[in-house]
């Protein structure tokens, strides 16, 4: 059997019962963080929750070497563990329907994402359209992509979600300040007249947490501004009902 688990989306303790139960049955536990991480906490800490080893495993692994991972399933219970919810990632999906056509029978165990946790800024989950992954640009390589999927929402009066990069690895994480440089200079470049230093946007850290940060404003008043430690997203609201408008006021940090 092959077991995809989500852990969550900050640490150790967004696991749940479920997983857990399943973990302490398993007779080999793997685990991805390069697709999202959770920075509240470490494998170790994982690792004495679970009361088993991890084996860690790295984009590679699970992208070029998942047929190990799958015909080890044939004979023993295999878990799959991974930040956020595990069926997010199409890699994942990948992995999932690769096993089922080899014959592997596979369970999901679903948990909360970042999909599911922008509703804390009280914008309604149903008004987001799709969603923008914002990279690290490299000297011959700088995506504008998310800019036009900011660009359609908005045409939509739909929210973006834009998910910032990382490589754990380096442990390195992409700030909703970088995020918001790299957006005005997409703009600064295609000159379509999406987003400006006076659009307003969201940003939320360490969702998850119980101090997560949440702060509404202009990109002007924001792009300097002191979020704290990872993990950071960006959204650019698109067309706000009244209760939206409200949610925003009272649940956010308002800086502009």
């Given at each position: 059997m092959l077991i995809l688990a989500g852990l969550?989306?900050?640490?150790?303790k967004d696991m749940t019962l479920k997983t857990l139960e399943y973990a302490k049955r398993a007779d080999k536990i793997y685990a991805e963080f390069y697709t999202a991480a959770l920075t509240g906490t470490t494998l170790n800490k994982i690792e004495e929750v679970i009361g088993k080893k991890i084996t860690l495993l790295s984009r590679e692994d699970v992208e070029c070497r998942s047929d190990k991972l799958i015909e080890e399933s044939r004979n023993k219970t295999v878990m799959f563990l991974t930040a956020g919810d595990p069926m997010v990632a199409t890699t994942h999906v990948d992995l999932?329907?690769?096993?089922?056509?080899?014959?592997?029978?596979?369970?999901?165990?679903?948990?909360?994402?970042?999909?599911?946790a922008v509703g804390i800024t009280g914008l309604q989950i149903y008004k987001f359209g799709r969603t923008a992954s914002i990279v690290f640009p490299e000297p011959n390589y700088f995506p504008e992509t998310p800019y036009y999927v900011i660009r359609d929402n908005l045409r939509m009066g739909l929210h973006t979600l834009c998910?910032?990069?990382?490589?754990?690895?380096?442990?390195?994480?992409?700030?909703?300040?970088?995020?918001?440089?790299?957006?005005?200079?997409?703009?600064?470049r295609r000159r379509e007249n999406i987003l400006n230093e006076n659009t307003k946007v969201v940003v939320l850290a360490r969702a998850g947490s119980f101090k997560p940060k949440i702060v509404y404003g202009k990109?002007?008043?924001?792009?300097?501004?002191?979020?704290?430690?990872?993990?950071?997203?960006?959204?650019?609201?698109?067309?706000?009902?009244?209760?939206?408008?409200?949610?925003?006021?009272?649940?956010?940090?308002?800086?502009?």
């Open positions: 969550g989306l900050y640490d150790e999932v329907i690769e096993a089922k056509k080899r014959g592997i029978d596979v369970r999901v165990i679903n948990a909360p994402s970042i999909y599911s998910l910032l990069d990382l490589d754990s690895d380096k442990n390195r994480f992409m700030s909703a300040n970088e995020g918001l440089k790299i957006l005005l200079e997409i703009e600064n990109i002007k008043d924001l792009i300097d501004y002191d979020f704290g430690p990872p993990l950071h997203s960006i959204i650019i609201p698109g067309k706000l009902h009244f209760m939206e408008e409200e949610a925003l006021k009272y649940l956010c940090e308002n800086i502009s």
